[in-house]
């Protein structure tokens, strides 16, 4: 027989009740020790962690009271919380093995006590020691994971819109109230919901991302609200879902407007009754959450029409974020470019990097279809292919063109709009400097020293 991981210990004045309890479980437990005086508990446990200790109440000859019981149980409470014990109490002391009960025992057994009720017993106390273990050890494990994860990345940015955003942010985070916050792709819409975390009561606990709307609708309510094993064919075993595993911490539910009607109805009873059911069964379990929603949709539009309810709107926007898009805050883009940069430059050990002024003018007057993570992803890659100490137009890539191509002159700068025409011309002969030149009415020589001169 396998013995079960568990640390028990006897303590009983009578040593032919040690003997029998200590055989009894020993082919069950990996260690099993006795004690015949109470008065070394302490000692005892001061050295190691009991998950069971199975406590005599009555250790004076003739004492039946209990109340010697009731102090070393307090005592080993008081020592070592999170060991279970297990009282052996004649069927007089019933009344007092309740009451001990309150004081912290997890249950009790009356003498002579049958076999498989003691031993059914003690296993059930050991498997809750080792339980509350475990999930000591993943409390301690996600709290230095979080603490990793709280390198956060800062919400950059001096424009007006940034800059109200974040006066919001200090306002609601200290708050409960539920955030819903609007904007394109690549905003930052996740980068706001983590300062909002950050700034938050909650900030020691998990900050938690579920993207809703890349969910199916079989495995939304087992990936949100957990489910028991069996529940449905492939539930091969108990596991927990978003919303308890964020439990403490916040919930960020991305692409919120992606939710089919009918899935939005039962996020909308979980935010209401503050409380999930696992499937399989009829236990509901307390949410104790905060949720952060983003959607890139028309949420409003999306009532109106009738794709969106309106009770789960107004449930998850007690306040509403609205982050622009990148090209509606020019300014933000050179802060931003110098940000990731500077990131990046250390990933890639090349410290000493700056970005020409050309580049800087092209990355401002750009629209940024992709937003932030656009620009995110070509200074990354500008970053890796500059062989100079500054990054130049090239080293952008294929983004090279349509930056060039996007160039608005809001001057008649002839400086300007003659390097504007000689990149157009390299762009239209696909590199071809001879034929480039042709176009423009240069020689190659003229059109090398111009193009060294724009930085091209
Ligand atoms: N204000 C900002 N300051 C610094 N980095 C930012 C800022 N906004 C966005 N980023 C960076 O840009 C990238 C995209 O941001 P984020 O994921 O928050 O956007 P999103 O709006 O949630 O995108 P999606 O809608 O696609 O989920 C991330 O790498 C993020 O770190």
Known sequence: MTKAPGNILLVDDDEFVLLSIKLLLEPHFASVKTINNPERIQALLDREQFDVIVLDMNFRHGDTTGNQGRFWLKKIKSISPDTQVILVTAYGDIQVAVESMKEGALDFIVKPWQNEKLLATVKTANLLSLEKRKVKQLKSQQKSIVSSLHRYELLIGISEGISSIRKTIEKVAPTEAEVLILGQNGTGKEVIAREIHRLSKRAEDIFMTVDVGALSENLFE???????????????????GRFEAAAGGTLFLDEIANLSLPLQAKLLTVLQHKKVVRLGTNEPIDLDVRIVCATNGNLRAMVQEGKF??????????????????HDRPEDIPLLADHFLSRFSHKYQKSYLKLSDTVMTHLQKYRWPGNIRELQHAIERAVIMCEGQEIQMQDLGALQKQLSSEFSFDSFNLEKLE??????????????????????????????????????
Do not use: C
Not at 313 to 326: D, G, H, Q, S
């Open 309 to 326: 309810r309106e009770d789960l709107f107004y449930r998850i926007n007690t306040v509403e974020i609205t982050v622009a898009p990148l």
């Open 222 to 240: 087992s990936e949100l609200f957990g489910h028991r094993k069996g529940a449905f064919t492939d539930a091969k075993e108990d596991r927990i």
């Open 419 to 456: 390097a504007w025409a000689i990149r157009k011309a390299i762009a239209k002969h696909q590199g071809n400097i001879s034929h480039a030149a042709d176009e423009l009415g240069l020689s190659r020589g003229a059109l090398y020293r111009r193009m060294q001169l724009y930085g091209i």
